[in-house]
């Protein structure tokens, strides 16, 4: 068995307090656009085409994350491409899938209390949070939602669509299937080539969302072992904004 067929290891969930209190030593990279990225890498911003409500029409993610999709993407057997799709969101983007998930939850677990309803939603989605000490994974440019397609753009069977929030979209769910049918077979495949291309070129895994990876913001820091971030929280930086910079150096 090569590297690229290494079964998954269920692993738990991190201690969130713990994770957001390793310190962020911000590296000052930039977030790129992948518009123009066609090679080795396809890109398809989800929530744009699904209509969440301030989703972009353009996937942004920090320079060296970047460079390491494409290590990734490079690793793939050939015929089977690495899609991306979401990275740096906006706060108002996390709000609403926050929002929108933790409604569902209260109307089906009335009886819970807010503590538990928090529990249940941040397996799937992160609290929106733009606190310089602890901000939500996606707003730091460092995390990606992934998956694969072959030649001819044709999704590969993950076993759950994408934010999918059964116990099946669990990285390591289909390792646990005792005789996995011929579907179930690809399905596992399929999730430990994701799995593996991404974790060598130096992403970890949130291990609720077989698509969700992180490199150096405090998800990654906590998985990896490392003790401290590179990515705090980041904005786009507007033609206005920019524009100010400029004029502000202008001598009078």
């Known amino acids: 068995m090569n590297f690229l067929s290494q079964a998954i290891a269920a692993r738990p969930e991190p201690d969130w307090l713990q994770l957001q209190a390793l310190p962020i030593v911000e590296t000052e990279e930039p977030l790129v656009p992948l518009g123009l990225v066609t090679s080795p890498l396809r890109v398809y911003p989800a929530y ?87 901000p939500s994974p996606h707003l730091t440019g460092g995390s990606v939602d992934v998956t694969l397609c072959d030649g001819d753009g044709n999704w590969l069977d993950m076993g759950t669509e994408f934010d999918d929030i059964s116990p099946w979209s669990y990285s390591a769910a289909f390792e646990a299937v005792g005789k996995p049918s011929a579907r179930e077979a690809d399905v596992i495949e399929n999730r430990r080539l994701l799995h593996s291309v991404m974790t060598h070129a130096g992403f970890t895994n949130l291990p609720s969302e077989w698509w969700h990876f992180d490199y150096g913001n405090q998800s990654w820091a906590w998985y990896s072992q490392g003790d401290q971030a590179h990515f705090g929280a980041i904005s786009l930086v507007t033609l206005q904004q920019r524009w100010q910079e400029q004029v502000a150096m202008f001598p009078r």
């Not at 807010?114 to 602890?134: I, M, N, T």
């Open 48 to 134: 744009f085409h699904l209509g969440v409500p301030g989703a972009l029409n353009q996937c942004y993610v920090r320079r060296p994350v970047l460079t390491r999709l494409q290590k990734a993407a490079r690793l793939l057997p050939a015929g089977i491409e690495l899609v991306v799709l979401d990275g740096w969101r906006p706060l108002r983007v996390q709000q609403y899938l926050f929002d929108t998930l933790s409604t569902a939850m209260k109307a089906h677990f009335s009886s819970e209390s807010e503590a538990e309803l928090l529990a249940r939603s941040r397996h799937f989605v992160a609290p929106p949070s733009s606190d310089p000490a602890a």
